[in-house]
């Protein structure tokens, strides 16, 4: 398994992007001459379901991440992070460099709210020696290499945590492995105390497949509520979620 997307991934929803955007040019010109359209959140989230589908469950593209379900303020701090630079992927920066704070808010908490069926987990493609090193970081953490455990933070069922850790679950191998790829890069940041990119710095290229792996294998539980603010302490301060 390798690390990097594939530029085929990538490239698809340029061309997803490319099309809702002659759909804009069409609309505004048409606006000139008819009554303007109700303000509905339909119509607000409208171009963002080709990519995310139409209740934020994701769609089979591994690149494009579930919103379903994430707490509000996480998805609003992502909103935020795609506008002002902090995470980069041209569609997402194009479409929301003109929304305000109140627009992305109400959207994010319209998809915080949405609660569509998870996919059936994926099928492991890699050994059972790298799922049982992914399963060991998720669950334990690694304190020789001072990597807590993801579910001290993304909570025991992994369905994240109040009101801005995302949950872990539903999201495919790829999308997993090219954020934690993007931290240490550095091309997503997220708000001081960065702690994801103390975290990602400490994996290793076969931690990050490991866990990315071990992760899109996993079922969702039954009520994939995330656990309430403040339920669990995190082991290092993260900025997005305040302790
Ligand atoms: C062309 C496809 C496309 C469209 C259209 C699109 N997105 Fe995205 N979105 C993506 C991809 C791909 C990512 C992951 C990008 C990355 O970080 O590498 C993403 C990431 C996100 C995230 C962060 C998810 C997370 O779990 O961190 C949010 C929130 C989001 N999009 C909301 C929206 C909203 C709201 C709209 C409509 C206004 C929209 N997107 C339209 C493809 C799209
Ligand atoms: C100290 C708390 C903490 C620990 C431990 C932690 N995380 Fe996170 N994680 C966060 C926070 C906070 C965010 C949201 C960051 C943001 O706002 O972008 C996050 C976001 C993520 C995301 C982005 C999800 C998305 O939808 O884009 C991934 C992937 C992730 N973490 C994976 C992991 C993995 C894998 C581990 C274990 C190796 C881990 N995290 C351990 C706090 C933590």
Known sequence: MELRVSSRRLFR???????????GVYSAAKAQTQPKAPDTMEARVQGCTACHGSHGQGTDNDYFPRLAGKPADYLFN????FREGRRKYPPMNYLVTYL??????????FFSQQRPPYP???KPT????TLARGQQLVLNGDAGKQIPACAACHGKALTGMEPAIPGLVGLH???ISAQLGAWRSGTRHAIAPDCMHTIATRLSDEDVNAVAAWLSTQQAPQ?????PARSLKTPLACGSEPQ
Do not use: R
């Not at 992502?78 to 992070?81: S, T, V």
């Not at 009520?223 to 656990?227: G, I, M, Q």
């Open 78 to 81: 992502q909103l935020q992070n």
């Open 223 to 227: 009520n994939p509520v995330p656990a």
């Open 173 to 175: 191998a790829d999308y």
């Open 120 to 122: 059936p987990p994926a």
């Open 13 to 23: 929803p340029l061309l997803a992007l490319l099309l809702i955007g002659s759909a």
């Open 126 to 129: 890699v050994s059972s020696a």
């Open 100 to 109: 305000s704070d109140d627009y992305l808010h109400k959207i994010a908490t």
